[in-house]
């Protein structure tokens, strides 16, 4: 270093502040006996000075974040977020994480030192994204989350995620069926899958859940006791909502399965035709072939659990009810149930005009 170089350098405490370029680097040391270093430019000689201060103040509290935490790229965090997160969900929730990470955001943040993320480079990426909305709302909470995260590991002073409704409008309008459109389709479905597609519309099971049923879960009297769902790779875990039900199905529900013969404990109540249990993928393509065959689009196997609750609310069961027969955790997902559809308006309107009509025969005979 040269003598003028000296001259420059300032010492304050336990840090010193030296000419870099067009800023100055700052170096401090630890109580623990450490050291550490940050380039502060461009800055001039009483900004550098002032932001020594503020490190070795936050330094002798213990609140100190070393800067250089945040310059690991992204794709490093991120796996290493998504080994926290493997940790904490179901494994259908982590396989979609590593896919929007592969897809989505490791093309666009993956090489960034995760301090360069920015919230215009944030809200770049979204509307870069606009065509493709469901996926890009998915992709945007996940990035969110890694990030909050990071900001709680002390790598980032702030998250840049800071996009204004991004769950709104987003899901497509999807056809209302009813147990009509249920029926034509039924009619098409392979014998051997017929009894599960009923009994998931009696008791509006998930598809999971109908695939995990063993014969100790039902009762002679029609009853289902629900406690778990089979996962697509093939494990067992708690329901979605963690929320367990014992429902009585419909009718039709119940002699479907007394048709079937009978097992016990832990036997599947649907086995697969290769298979101790009925994989979830036979099921949908059944469905699907259906469907097609019924000359229909757009019928998921899920909307059979659908047609079953709102024919619940619509026979005037309370929230309530129509929530424990969901196994919804919370009103919210239950009241989509509770809405008003064209048949209750055509028999409200028939019972107004008949009202109305008998009024006025009321008032003619008084004029006469």
Known sequence: MTESANMSKRSHGTGTVTPYKDGFQLKWSTPEGGRGSKVYRPSTRSQA??????ILTEVE??????????SVT???????WLALREL?????????LVSIHKTMLSPAFGTKKLNTITRRSVDIWWAKHSTHPVQRRNSYYALRGALNQAVD?????????????????VSVK????????????????????????EVMFAAHLRLGELIALDWSDVSRDGMLTVTKQRLGLGFTADTKTGQHKRIQMFRRGVD??????RGFGNTPVFPGERAARMPRRSLQDAWNDAVTAAGLENFHVHDVRHIGLSLVAEAGASERVVQERAGHASATSTRRYL??????????VQKVDALVSKLQQKNEKRKA
Not at 49 to 54: I, K, N, V
Not at 88 to 96: D, G, H, I, L, Q
Not at 340 to 348: G, I, Q, V, Y
């Open 339 to 348: 809405h008003s559809n064209e048949r209750m308006h055509a028999d409200a």
């Open 74 to 80: 992204f794709d490093t965090f991120f796996k290493d």
């Open 256 to 261: 479907a399965l007394q048709a079937l013969p």
């Open 174 to 197: 999807r056809p209302t069926w009813g147990v009509e459109d249920f029926d034509a389709v039924l009619a098409y479905v392979d014998e051997f899958y017929r009894p599960a597609i």
């Open 153 to 169: 590991w002390g790598m980032l002073s702030a998250s840049p995620c800071r996009v204004k409704d991004p769950g709104k409008d």
């Open 88 to 96: 904490e969900v179901k494994p259908s929730t982590y396989k979609n």
């Open 61 to 70: 509290k213990g609140e100190h974040q070393d800067d250089r935490r945040g």
């Open 49 to 54: 000075e002032r932001e020594l201060r503020r």
